[in-house]
């Protein structure tokens, strides 16, 4: 499901125009990214936890040339599931 089909969703769920649909969707995608980007983690109810997680910085090797580099240290987002999701998921 993309951008166009989720706003055509609330569009029709709420019956309401497709600007107005459109803000509503921005807006919520808006502050989760502004949460994220304060490293924050985002819980809704019944869906699951989006959090920003650190991986340290790490030496990887090269398989081929067997030559060692550093990797840096990132900062990843991940999605927890939760647990009423999952049980309506795997029925």
């Keep these: 499901m993309n951008?166009?089909?989720i706003t055509a969703e609330?569009?029709?769920?709420?019956?309401?125009d497709?600007?107005?649909a459109d803000a509503l969707?921005?807006?919520f995608s808006n502050c989760l990214k502004g949460e994220m980007l304060n490293n924050n983690s985002v819980s809704i109810t019944g869906f699951g936890i989006f959090e920003v997680?650190?991986?340290k910085?790490?030496?990887s090797i090269n398989p081929t040339t067997k030559k060692?580099?550093?990797?840096?240290p990132k900062q990843l987002l991940a999605?927890?599931?939760s647990s009423i999701l999952k049980e309506k998921l795997n029925k």
């Design 25 to 27: 969707f921005s807006s």
């Design 79 to 81: 999605f927890k599931i």
């Design 68 to 72: 060692k580099l550093l990797s840096p």
């Design 18 to 20: 497709a600007a107005t």
């Design 57 to 59: 910085e790490r030496i």
């Design 3 to 5: 951008t166009k089909e």
């Design 10 to 16: 609330i569009r029709s769920r709420l019956d309401i």
């Design 53 to 55: 997680r650190r991986k």
